[in-house]
């Protein structure tokens, strides 16, 4: 028996919008992740924004350090910040090329600081 099927669409959610607080936006970031995975995706990319520090803002840090506790409970199989996309490891790069929207992108380098994509 073959493994679940898998939807090849890309999701992509703002979490900046409305200019939520931190604690606001992992509330929802936890749905639109529940959310995507019963729609069937695998790849999940958020905007977060970078902050207006140049440091990194809220909404970006307290995401990320949720998304590693996801990854390590295995609520998630990883993500991915968007400023280390060009060079994270080969096999998860292979997992996210597999999502369409990401394969007909040919400028996967570009991506910066203000996402972050979760392979769901």
Same mark, same amino acid.
């Given at each position: 028996?073959?493994?679940?099927? =898998?939807?090849?669409?890309?999701?992509?959610?703002?979490?900046?919008?409305?200019?939520?607080? +931190?604690?606001? +936006?992992? &509330?929802?970031?936890?749905?639109?992740? *529940? *959310?995507? /995975?019963?729609?069937?995706? %695998?790849?999940?990319?958020?905007? *977060?924004?970078?902050?207006?520090?140049?440091?990194?803002? &809220?909404?970006? %840090?307290?995401?990320?350090? =949720?998304?590693? /506790?996801?990854? /390590?409970?295995?609520?998630?199989?990883?993500?991915?910040?968007?400023?280390?996309?060009?060079?994270?490891?080969?096999? %998860? !790069?292979? +997992?996210? +090329?597999?999502?369409?929207?990401? !394969? !007909?992108? *040919?400028?996967?380098? !570009? =991506?910066?600081?203000?996402?972050?994509?979760?392979?769901?």
């Amino acid at each position: 028996m073959k493994g679940p099927r =898998y939807s090849s669409r890309l999701r992509e959610v703002n979490l900046e919008l409305g200019m939520p607080f +931190a604690d606001q +936006a992992i &509330k929802r970031l936890t749905f639109e992740i *529940h *959310h995507s /995975r019963a729609m069937g995706c %695998t790849v999940l990319k958020i905007i *977060h924004g970078y902050g207006s520090s140049g440091k990194g803002g &809220k909404i970006r %840090t307290e995401s990320r350090k =949720y998304l590693t /506790r996801l990854k /390590r409970q295995g609520e998630i199989r990883d993500f991915v910040k968007g400023e280390q996309f060009s060079i994270f490891e080969e096999a %998860t !790069r292979q +997992a996210f +090329a597999r999502c369409e929207e990401l !394969r !007909r992108d *040919h400028d996967l380098d !570009r =991506y910066n600081n203000g996402v972050t994509f979760i392979l769901l």
